[in-house]
């Protein structure tokens, strides 16, 4: 996710101070990744001094107001056009644990599996009744439920893909029973040579 292309596209509808930034931005993805207000801040700082975004005064509050250069259009334009690459997929933990599970001695990883398995319906049953709710076609709801569909489509596809695990998992553990007995019995030609 990118948080800085994100923050320009906000600053790009308007100019704002940090924690409107940082309230908008959860507003838009139903607060999914909650920012902290300091990273906002240090991000804006980056933004900055990259020449994507400039100060715009004072509010009137005391809240120093940023806007958008045009250096920061085009970067917006840009990340709105430009596909997200797929060629280095972000760390997955559940894939890590599992490729863990799968080789360290002692670990069930049926059980590991199935753990994870009931936490994700879980999470899913949870989306499923906050996509129930939320209907509205107005531009920041819909904004929420296209980022809720996101959420569902991933734990249905982390599901199927725990059974895809577990099947193979329990494939492997069969073939390996299936070697060893066959080890056990003497082959044609050890029966031979005896």
């Not at 994100?6 to 507003?27: H, K, M, V």
């Not at 644990?97 to 990883?109: E, I, N, R, S, Y």
């Not at 590991?112 to 209907?135: C, E, H, N, P, S």
């Not at 059974?163 to 494939?171: I, K, M, N, P, S």
Request: hydrophobic share 40%.
């Amino acid at each position: 996710m990118s948080v800085r292309q994100a923050l320009l596209a906000l600053l790009d509808e308007q100019p704002r101070y940090g924690y409107q930034l940082r309230s908008e931005f959860e507003q838009r993805t139903g607060a999914a990744w909650p920012l902290n207000v300091g990273q906002v801040y240090t991000t804006l700082a980056r933004l900055e001094r990259d020449g994507f975004v400039e100060g715009a005064g004072d509010d009137g509050d005391g809240h120093v107001m940023y806007r958008v250069t045009e250096q920061g259009r085009a970067e917006v334009a840009a990340w709105f056009t430009t596909p997200v690459g797929r060629t280095q997929p972000p760390r997955d933990e559940l894939a890590i644990k599992l490729a863990m599970a799968v080789t360290v001695p002692g670990v069930d990883v049926g059980t590991v599996i199935q753990q994870q398995r009931t936490a994700t319906m879980g999470a899913l049953q949870d989306y499923t009744r906050l996509k129930q709710r939320a209907g509205s076609t107005e531009p920041a709801e819909l904004a929420w439920s296209l980022v809720l569909d996101s959420m569902v489509f991933a734990a249905e596809a982390e599901i199927r893909w725990l059974d895809h695990c577990e099947a193979r998992v329990r494939r492997a553990a069969a073939e390996a029973r299936a070697t060893a007995s066959t080890s056990d019995v003497p082959t044609a030609a050890e029966e031979v040579a005896r």
